[in-house]
């Protein structure tokens, strides 16, 4: 992992991170050894992903760990999780996630979640990416857990990427760990967990 991103993890903080990934082998390099580092630190953590990748990532997870602390990780499909409603609904999304904390009995342990978000076409508006991530930003903050967003960089276009920065505290690459210059906090008024 990188060594800027688990030095604020272990200072207890919660960072809500971007990150932009440019290849499949670095995104599930990546994202094992978040998952390894949570399990390290006993904390449940909830993989958001498709199910194409989450073999390859599980499979890894799986043999450096023991069959307990494999049952530390839970996996979400993203498809599930996204389109709960039917669209990318970013209400129905934090009402699905705060079920799911609910049924694993989640909201007095400690825990940490990585959300691979991909569509298959930018038809829905990006405002909609904008109101979603500035909740998910307020729950980060409010339920005190760490998340990392994943984004494949050749799928962002310019304006999704400016969006991205100005909801997320930091930015992570497959080279380099920082804070966002251009974030902006805000505490969304229509929503609640």
């Known amino acids: 992992m990188n060594p800027q991103l688990q030095s604020l993890l272990r200072t207890g903080q919660y960072p809500h991170v971007l990150y932009s990934y440019s290849s499949?082998?670095?995104?599930?390099?990546?994202?094992?050894?978040?998952?390894?580092?949570?399990?390290?630190?006993?904390?449940?953590?909830?993989?958001?992903?498709?199910?194409?990748?989450?073999?390859?990532?599980?499979?890894?997870?799986?043999?450096?760990?023991?069959?307990?602390?494999?049952?530390?990780?839970?996996?979400?499909?993203?498809?599930?999780?996204?389109?709960?409603?039917?669209?990318?609904?970013?209400?129905?999304?934090?009402?699905?996630?705060?079920?799911?904390?609910?049924?694993?009995s989640m909201h007095d342990k400690p825990f940490r979640s990585w959300a691979h978000v991909e569509w298959g076409s930018m038809k829905e508006p990006v405002e909609v990416v904008r109101e979603l991530e500035q909740h998910i930003d307020w729950a980060v903050n409010s339920l005190s857990f760490p998340l990392i967003c994943a984004y494949r960089l050749d799928r962002m276009p310019a304006h999704l990427m400016t969006i991205l920065e100005e909801t997320h505290p930091y930015i992570l690459t497959d080279e380099t760990f920082l804070s966002s210059a251009a974030y902006q906090s805000q505490v969304p008024a229509d929503l609640k967990l």
């Open 24 to 104: 499949e082998s670095h995104y599930i390099e990546m994202a094992v050894s978040y998952i390894l580092d949570g399990i390290a630190s006993n904390e449940h953590v909830f993989l958001i992903d498709n199910e194409r990748l989450y073999p390859l990532i599980a499979q890894q997870v799986r043999s450096q760990v023991s069959r307990e602390q494999f049952e530390l990780l839970c996996f979400v499909k993203n498809f599930d999780f996204y389109y709960s409603s039917g669209s990318y609904h970013p209400p129905a999304i934090l009402a699905y996630f705060n079920d799911l904390l609910k049924r694993k």
